[in-house]
């Protein structure tokens, strides 16, 4: 947990949660990507964050810890936490940043420039209490995907909310193309010091159970999150499948 007395801190803190299990990919943190282990290019490429003052790999695996640490990067053990929002809370409260960012330790194909217009964002209003990245539905077929998160804005580019389900609803006769009313989540958050430590205070809230999307609890109890539309979404590793599409994508822009 953050304590109250750091609540003043100054900087930047990048925190990539990884763990070992997963159920569609068991120890892909530690899989090969041109040589190195995946967490491994992800902090490699989160090295290049200009805005950043630290970027820290979270794992409560030693094997994950020795791969990153034998890479030369920073790694911290943390307890066994169920989300990985909770593991960045452990790590934040040992450093002293006023922004934290989660970065999943999945896409080493990231694009920096929008991990650093989100810092920006953050350290240029700081009323906001979070910060997200989303982009353009490419079609009504992606849109309808369940897997897929959309977020609708207000008028300043806030989030009102977040669902799995195809929001917003079409009314009958009316001529609008709803997919393009909505923008697809890419699970990159910045956080605001205090914000985090408010957000771990609290208890789950009804519609983040319902859809199994923590950002509906900061929703539900009055937190900002300003949504920062990128052009496309990052490539994540949830199968080996996706691993072999990240390797094709990784030697075309590295000429490897």
């Not at 947990?1 to 763990?19: F, K």
Request: aromatic share 4%.
């Amino acid at each position: 947990m953050v304590s109250e007395s750091q609540t003043e801190a100054q900087g930047v803190l990048v925190v990539i949660p990884a763990r070992f299990g997963s159920t569609r990919f068991p120890g892909k943190a530690l899989a090969d990507l041109e040589g190195r282990p995946l967490i491994v290019r992800v902090a490699e490429n989160a090295a290049s964050i200009v805005r950043a003052d630290k970027v820290i790999v979270a794992t409560d695996d030693a094997r994950i810890r020795d791969a990153v640490l034998d890479a030369g990067y920073t790694c911290e053990m943390t307890g066994d936490h169920s989300t990985g929002t909770d593991r960045i809370g452990e790590v934040a409260s040992r450093h002293e940043a006023d922004i934290i960012l989660n970065l999943q330790g999945d896409e080493p194909l990231l694009d920096n420039r929008d991990v650093d217009r989100l810092i920006s964002t953050m350290q240029d209003d700081p009323a906001l209490d979070m910060a997200t990245c989303a982009h353009p539905f490419a079609d009504a077929a992606s849109w309808r995907d369940p897997n897929n998160v959309k977020v609708i804005l207000d008028g300043q580019g806030q989030a009102l909310y977040f669902s799995r389900a195809p929001i917003p609803g079409i009314f009958p006769g009316a001529e609008i193309q709803a997919h393009r009313a909505a923008m697809k989540h890419v699970g990159i958050y910045a956080f605001r010091r205090t914000a985090l430590l408010r957000f771990l205070a609290l208890d789950r809230t009804p519609l983040e159970r319902a859809e199994g999307l923590e950002q509906l609890r900061a929703l539900e109890n009055g937190m900002r999150i300003k949504v920062l539309e990128i052009a496309n979404a990052p490539v994540g590793v949830d199968t080996p499948a996706d691993l072999d599409i990240v390797r094709g994508m990784w030697r075309q822009q590295t000429g490897s």
